[in-house]
């Protein structure tokens, strides 16, 4: 294909200089502090976590805790925390030498997230006798709890994304979402006695999968480069 | 000589002139990535000033040590998208070959003197920008990141926010579709260029 050679042996294009606007922004330029994605995602974790006990220690903790297994308990509670920080961690660290997070991995973290808790609530969910037993249509309060839990994360997210997201910017969204989520499943397991398996399943692991898809479909508008 | 992060960093700690040695460095790579996808001179430098006026201000998501040129290229990108879709106009036909004397002047926006030494045929150069436009957006994107811009197929889909695979088809795709449609159209381009009445 000689006429594609061609053009790709062409020099480049000689730009024109910078526009007034642009010439009006730099003449009024200050220095500003680049991102510092690891101090960020401390923060981010830190400030969700104190945000989540605030909740939590609002809440009472569950009254079934002594009877349960501690082993799961602390299991969970681990995968919980994981299901967290895991998704967190990729919507706002890029690799090095980016500047773009891992949109990719983030949103594969979101989807495994979204699926995973919403099958392991399914699928494991010890009983004790003073468990709570009761329809999956009383799960409302244990979803506004848990979305309410994940706002924090999501909202301190989007701010510090602000014009890092040229591209990928719904997957990483969705990837805090989900690790919103799991924070506010993490809330809900030390406080929610429940253990009915549609009740664990799909309104506590549920909570993951909505808010990733609301700060999907919200984040893009704060963290897209205008 | 300064590369694009160290620019970028002085360009961060507010040095003025920082920026303009950064916006003389990549504005002719971008304006000639802007100018395959628009293949108009007005409206590629027109998103290259949309461009450049986004990554001021979002100047404080730059990390330092980081590459600034691939997400210069994404916001370029997506500026070309939003445009793209706002005019529902990415492709701007204009007319036949014989019509186009312009098309390398503005593509190079050097003299017409200068062009005639040889550098590139004018009309070779309009059957490929011919080709090109008709392509589908993402395979013009994938056929100018990869083949005339020269870059791997991972930072063109890092580029355009689209997997590897992704790419390569697209790449494919296009590169098939421009030797059906050059196959055939850049021979008579030849002979005339070669001065056979």
């Given at each position: 294909?000689?006429?594609?050679?061609?053009?790709?042996?062409?020099?480049?294009?000689?730009?024109?200089?910078?526009?007034?606007?642009?010439?009006?922004?730099?003449?009024?330029?200050?220095?500003?502090?680049?991102?510092?994605?690891?101090?960020?995602?401390?923060?981010?974790?830190?400030?969700?976590?104190?945000?989540?006990?605030?909740?939590?220690?609002?809440?009472?903790?569950?009254?079934?805790?002594?009877?349960?297994?501690?082993?799961?308990?602390?299991?969970?509670?681990?995968?919980?925390?994981?299901?967290?920080?895991?998704?967190?961690?990729l919507?706002?660290?890029?690799?090095?030498?980016?500047?773009?997070?891992?949109?990719?991995?983030?949103?594969?973290?979101?989807?495994?997230?979204?699926?995973?808790?919403?099958?392991l609530?399914?699928?494991?969910?010890?009983?004790?006798?003073t468990?709570?037993?009761?329809?999956?249509?009383?799960?409302?309060?244990?979803?506004?709890?848990?979305?309410?839990?994940?706002?924090?994360?999501?909202?301190?997210?989007?701010?510090?994304?602000r014009?890092?997201?040229?591209?990928?910017?719904?997957?990483?969204?969705?990837?805090?979402?989900?690790g919103?989520?799991?924070?506010?499943?993490?809330?809900?397991?030390?406080?929610?006695?429940?253990?009915?398996?549609?009740?664990?399943?799909?309104?506590?692991?549920?909570?993951?999968?909505?808010?990733?898809?609301?700060?999907?479909?919200?984040?893009?508008?704060?963290?897209?480069?205008? | 000589?300064?590369?694009?992060?160290?620019?970028?960093q002085?360009?961060?700690?507010?040095?003025?002139?920082?920026?303009?040695?950064?916006?003389?460095?990549?504005?002719?790579?971008?304006?000639?990535?802007?100018?395959?996808?628009?293949?108009?001179?007005?409206?590629?430098?027109?998103?290259l000033?949309?461009?450049?006026?986004k990554?001021?201000?979002?100047?404080?998501?730059?990390?330092?040590?980081?590459?600034?040129?691939?997400?210069?290229?994404?916001?370029?990108?997506?500026?070309?998208?939003?445009?793209?879709?706002?005019?529902?106009?990415?492709?701007?036909?204009?007319?036949?070959?014989?019509?186009?004397?312009?098309?390398?002047?503005?593509?190079?926006?050097?003299?017409?003197?200068?062009?005639?030494?040889?550098?590139?045929?004018?009309?070779?150069?309009?059957a490929?920008?011919?080709?090109?436009?008709?392509?589908?957006?993402?395979?013009?994107?994938?056929?100018?990141?990869?083949?005339?811009?020269?870059?791997?197929?991972?930072?063109?889909?890092a580029?355009?926010?689209?997997?590897?695979?992704a790419?390569?088809?697209?790449?494919?795709r296009?590169?098939?579709?421009?030797?059906?449609?050059?196959?055939?159209?850049?021979?008579?381009?030849?002979?005339?260029?070669?001065?056979?009445?």
């Amino acid at each position: 294909m000689s006429a594609i050679d061609e053009l790709s042996r062409m020099p480049p294009p000689v730009p024109p200089p910078p526009s007034l606007a642009l010439e009006a922004e730099l003449g009024k330029l200050t220095a500003v502090a680049p991102r510092r994605p690891v101090r960020q995602l401390a923060l981010l974790i830190g400030l969700s976590l104190i945000y989540g006990g605030g909740i939590a220690s609002m809440l009472t903790l569950r009254r079934d805790l002594a009877d349960l297994p501690m082993g799961w308990f602390a299991a969970a509670g681990l995968a919980w925390l994981v299901g967290f920080v895991a998704p967190v961690y990729l919507a706002t660290v890029p690799a090095p030498g980016s500047i773009i997070p891992r949109w990719k991995l983030a949103g594969g973290a979101a989807v495994i997230g979204a699926i995973g808790f919403i099958a392991l609530g399914l699928a494991i969910h010890p009983s004790a006798p003073t468990s709570g037993h009761v329809s999956f249509g009383t799960g409302y309060g244990c979803l506004k709890f848990g979305l309410a839990t994940a706002i924090v994360p999501v909202v301190i997210g989007a701010v510090f994304l602000r014009g890092a997201l040229p591209v990928g910017s719904r997957w990483v969204a969705a990837s805090l979402g989900a690790g919103g989520g799991a924070l506010g499943g993490l809330m809900l397991h030390v406080h929610c006695p429940i253990t009915d398996t549609l009740h664990v399943g799909i309104i506590h692991g549920g909570v993951v999968g909505i808010a990733a898809l609301v700060a999907a479909a919200l984040v893009p508008r704060a963290t897209d480069v205008r | 000589m300064a590369d694009e992060k160290d620019l970028m960093q002085r360009y961060c700690d507010g040095d003025a002139g920082a920026f303009r040695a950064l916006y003389a460095l990549v504005a002719p790579r971008l304006l000639g990535y802007l100018l395959k996808m628009t293949r108009e001179r007005a409206l590629a430098e027109d998103l290259l000033q949309h461009t450049f006026l986004k990554v001021h201000r979002a100047r404080k998501a730059y990390v330092r040590g980081a590459d600034p040129l691939p997400w210069i290229f994404s916001i370029a990108h997506r500026t070309f998208i939003d445009e793209a879709r706002k005019h529902k106009r990415a492709v701007v036909r204009v007319g036949e070959v014989e019509e186009l004397p312009e098309v390398p002047a503005g593509l190079t926006g050097e003299s017409a003197e200068r062009r005639d030494e040889g550098r590139a045929d004018p009309e070779l150069v309009s059957a490929a920008l011919d080709a090109l436009a008709g392509l589908p957006d993402q395979q013009r994107e994938a056929v100018v990141l990869t083949k005339l811009d020269g870059r791997s197929v991972a930072e063109a889909a890092a580029i355009a926010g689209t997997t590897t695979g992704a790419m390569k088809v697209r790449a494919h795709r296009g590169y098939e579709t421009l030797r059906k449609v050059l196959g055939t159209s850049s021979e008579p381009a030849k002979k005339t260029t070669g001065g056979a009445p």
